[in-house]
């Protein structure tokens, strides 16, 4: 027998129609991914560096919270980036920024608890909150708005007995949309007057575009007892599959009860942590050149979409990814179609439906994200190929 929390727990929108583009890539056709986030940039070198020089003889468990230099690293990286008073003791390390967000709706919420977050949002909230037993209440925001939060009237309007906390993704995926210094101030007197949880996820924290300021709700000292940071360094250091994660809270009582879940999954990754450990001592080295790489990129796909006719974006202000709205009914059907029907010159292009990123039922059904982690030239390739796609789409219907 199969659980509920089994049958319920949604395939991701990100990966579920892989099997569609392993179809089309044994057929022969190259299948421009811009469905997940999984940047080209080169991992810098200097990451493996320590990785490469692990010499220890037997690979021990690790301390469930984290290797100490490791918290060191990101608490130095932390105050001197944004002059917090971060301490490493305010650091718990997870596997992946996931996990950091699981830990914390598992410390906090109890079953059937409800956490507010605005959609579209990171498609595996939803499923970490199935896994959780907690019911994620969407604040909806709109492409024609850049995807900004509504009034506090109408997210306090959405706050019940239930209600325990807020996550913010900022800069978010999977929209690009940086909130504003208004915005986050909001939000933060929100939570102050209602006694809630704040859960800001940070992974994209430098990822601002066109001269924007990076900032962490870690800034707002008068409510740091309720704000909790889950980050991670798949995106910044350009290694996803290190898997390595954190969560900065200087709530005492919340990290040791995070360390507690920590302990049920006995550590994280040990030899990634000394990579992680070297990639935030030498972060000035790489991390501004790659950021305006993807500015870079950001530019050319927002290019791009203004040639596509019916196609409408928001210009993202960060992370790398943008939500578009497609001249279809169903971008799922779309972009399925894309990779068994659709080639040029035997390339095709694979987008995210957007639904996935949605809770309410029905929204975002005519929306895909993507994901500008590829190269200018195959950005720009794969760009032109979603646009005749769309016109041969149209035409056959």
């Not at 001197?80 to 914390?104: C, H, K, M, Q, R």
């Not at 199935?130 to 969407?138: A, K, R, S």
Request: aromatic share 10%.
């Amino acid at each position: 027998m199969i659980s509920n929390r089994g049958k319920t727990i949604p395939k991701s929108p990100i990966r579920k129609l892989i099997p569609y583009a392993d179809e089309a890539k044994a057929r022969g056709v190259h299948v421009y991914h811009l469905n997940i986030g999984q940047p080209d940039v080169k991992t810098p070198d200097l990451i493996f560096g320590p990785i490469r020089d692990f010499k220890q003889e037997v690979l021990k468990y690790g301390p469930s919270q984290g290797i100490l230099m490791l918290r060191k690293a990101i608490a130095n990286y932390l105050n001197e980036d944004y002059s917090l008073t971060i301490e490493p003791d305010d650091v718990f390390i997870s596997t992946g920024g996931s996990e950091a967000v699981l830990f914390l709706m598992l410390a906090t919420l109890n079953p059937g608890d409800e956490i507010l977050v605005p959609e579209p949002f990171y498609a595996n909230y939803n499923s970490i909150a199935t896994i959780g037993d907690v019911n994620i209440v969407p604040i909806t925001t709109s492409v024609e708005d850049g995807f900004h939060l509504p009034t506090r009237d109408k997210i306090e309007s959405l706050i019940t007995d239930k209600t325990k906390a807020i996550l913010i993704c900022t800069p978010n995926n999977p929209t690009g949309t940086v909130l504003t210094k208004n915005e986050k101030e909001m939000v933060v007197k929100i939570v102050e007057d209602n006694n809630l949880w704040l859960f800001s996820d940070e992974v994209y924290r430098e990822f601002v575009f066109d001269g924007g300021q990076c900032s962490s709700f870690l800034e707002f000292h008068n409510a740091r007892d309720r704000i909790v940071v889950a980050d991670s360094i798949s995106k910044r250091f350009s290694c996803c599959g290190a898997r390595i994660g954190f969560i900065v809270t200087k709530n005492k009582e919340l990290y040791e009860t995070v360390l507690k879940f920590g302990m049920a999954r006995l550590c994280p990754p040990t030899i990634e942590q000394y990579g992680a450990t070297a990639g935030f001592e030498h972060r000035h080295e790489f991390l501004s050149d790659m950021i305006k790489e993807y500015e870079h990129r950001r530019n050319v796909v927002y290019e791009e979409i203004q040639k596509i006719d019916g196609v409408f974006t928001s210009k993202p202000e960060g992370a790398f990814y943008t939500v578009i709205k497609l001249p279809v009914e169903d971008s799922e059907e779309f972009v399925r179609w894309m990779l068994t029907d659709f080639e040029k010159d035997g390339k095709t292009t694979m987008l995210a439906p957007a639904a996935g990123f949605y809770k309410t039922p029905g929204k975002g059904k005519d929306e895909a994200r993507i994901a500008y982690v590829l190269k200018e030239d195959d950005l720009r390739d794969a760009m032109n190929i979603l646009k005749e796609g769309l016109h041969a789409f149209k035409s056959k219907n």
